[in-house]
């Protein structure tokens, strides 16, 4: 069975600073890993996703994540937080059975 | 165009009491999803819907849940005789049906359910 790892409940980072969201995942087949961004009191947005074309993959808002197979991570990065960046983070995995595993989840602060 | 809507946005039911949680797909989507997001599980999937039927219910809790989905489209989450342990968040998704599991999902904003 695939799981999803994610390090951290909560990060806070400065405005400017590098964001770093960790997610290690765990699938005895090749994954389909996701990257989901949760605003308060909403639903559930896709920031990027990872389906093996190419392993650094970009998403909006200026993140993005590399699939590194030796490591089994897929960690999330933007290189200048935005206070509009404030949120829970969700790391998937799925392997093709469409239902998605998700990680506990990271909320990311962000300080001016 | 719209998005994944649900209905209510929230709830509040007595213990004992039965809740019907709907969700409407963005049209189109043949694929549609229901998971439940609270406190101490975090996401979890309770089921799948390919058309109208649902080829995975593995995530269902128990019995008192059921699911189920009309003309391809509506979809609505039954919970039977309602347990304080039912207070979650539930959100339903929606997407088409791609090749190996790779296609978006597309969530809605959920429905708050408290049991008193």
């Known amino acids: 069975a695939q799981s999803v790892t994610q390090l951290g409940s909560h990060v806070s980072v400065s405005e400017g600073a590098l964001v770093l969201l960790r997610c290690n995942y765990s699938?005895?087949?090749?994954?389909?890993l996701f990257w989901y961004v949760q605003y308060p009191n909403q639903g559930l947005q896709l920031l990027l996703k990872?389906?093996?074309?190419?392993?650094l993959v970009k998403g909006i808002n200026g993140f993005e994540a590399e699939f590194k197979k030796s490591e089994t991570s897929f960690h999330l990065t933007k290189p200048s937080a935005h206070m509009s960046d404030a949120a829970e983070y969700f790391c998937?995995?799925?392997?093709?059975?469409?239902?998605?595993?998700f990680g506990t989840g990271t909320r990311l602060l962000v300080s001016p | 165009g719209a998005g994944v809507s649900q209905s209510p946005s929230n709830k509040v039911t007595e213990k004992g009491k039965d809740v019907e949680l709907r969700c409407d797909p963005i049209?189109?989507?043949?694929?549609l999803y229901w998971y439940r997001q609270s406190l101490g599980q975090g996401l979890e999937f309770l089921i799948y819907?390919?058309?109208?039927?649902?080829?995975?219910k593995s995530g269902l809790p128990s019995d008192r849940f059921s699911a189920e989905r009309t003309g391809g489209s509506v979809s609505t989450l039954t919970i039977q005789r309602t347990q304080q342990e039912d207070s979650a968040v539930y959100l339903c998704?929606?997407?088409?049906?791609?090749?190996?599991?790779?296609?978006?999902?597309?969530f809605g904003p959920g429905t708050r359910l408290t049991v008193l």
């Open positions: 699938s005895s087949v090749p994954p389909y």
């Open positions: 998937a995995v799925s392997t093709g059975f469409q239902k998605l595993v």
């Open positions: 049209s189109g989507h043949t694929a």
């Open positions: 998704a929606s997407s088409l049906v791609g090749t190996g599991g790779d296609n978006e999902q597309f």
């Open positions: 819907f390919q058309g109208n039927s649902a080829p995975d």
């Open positions: 990872y389906t093996s074309a190419a392993t």
